[in-house]
């Protein structure tokens, strides 16, 4: 099965400056990866995904890069903010009788004003 | 609004004392799944449904059961809830496919059981 790893387990960023978190993923079939952000004692919430036929995806301060060769993608975030403390996780999916979501363990982000 | 909906949002119980979480989403999605979630872990997946009456185990099913009789309800029932259950559970639902749309999670259930 699929097996997704996530670094680094925290990160600690001044305000303003950027943050990138990275993932890897196992299986050469998962074509769909999202990012989620979860604040303190609250679910998980979507905040960019990506597709396999894309390379990049952008939304305004966050940004997610994809390397199918390499099978790792990266989550950046510019101009950080406080509200951007939080952890985040990385997920990796197929289609089509491989629609597991599987997670990678997090990073816990802390942005210092 | 579209929402996924968990109930209760905090448990503490016993030993041995059988539970159920409940789940219910608005959406019409096929696909549900309950994850937990422990520090240093992620989310890991405990059991999971493509559509009424199909469920499947995910990577962590031990000491968890779980029913998809109808299409927007999915609950998790621990029949003799142990300490090493104690976490935070979430469960979500999505459509996946050609679209491949995000997962809704619910808001979480904290368990303790002692």
């Known amino acids: 099965g699929e097996n997704v790893e996530q670094h680094p387990s925290t990160l600690s960023v001044q305000e303003g400056d950027s943050a990138v978190i990275k993932c890897t993923y196992s299986?050469?079939?998962?074509?769909?990866f999202p990012w989620y952000k979860q604040e303190l004692g609250k679910r998980p919430q979507l905040i960019i995904d990506i597709r396999s036929n894309v390379g990049e995806k952008k939304d305004q301060r966050i940004a997610v890069t994809l390397n199918k060769t390499a099978k790792h993608f990266s989550l950046h975030i510019t101009e950080t903010q406080p509200e951007d403390s939080a952890v985040y996780f990385c997920a990796a999916r197929g289609i089509f009788g491989n629609e597991k979501l599987t997670f990678g363990t997090g990073t816990r982000l802390t942005i210092i004003p | 609004e579209a929402q996924v909906t968990q109930n209760p949002r905090y448990l503490i119980t016993v030993t041995g004392k059988k539970l159920t979480v409940t789940c219910s989403q608005n959406m019409n999605h096929e696909y549900m799944s309950w994850y937990r979630q422990d520090p240093g872990l992620g989310l890991r997946q405990i059991y999971y449904?493509?559509?009424?009456?199909?469920?499947d185990k995910g990577d962590v099913p031990e000491g968890y059961k779980v029913s998809r009789k109808e299409k927007r309800n999915f609950p998790l029932i621990l029949e003799s809830p142990s300490p090493n259950q104690t976490s935070l559970y979430f469960c979500?639902?999505?459509?996946?496919?050609?679209?491949?749309?995000?997962?809704?999670f619910g808001q979480g259930t904290r368990l303790t059981v002692v």
């Open positions: 299986d050469s079939a998962s074509n769909y």
């Open positions: 449904s493509m559509n009424v009456e199909v469920t």
């Open positions: 979500a639902s999505s459509s996946p496919g050609l679209m491949n749309t995000e997962a809704f």
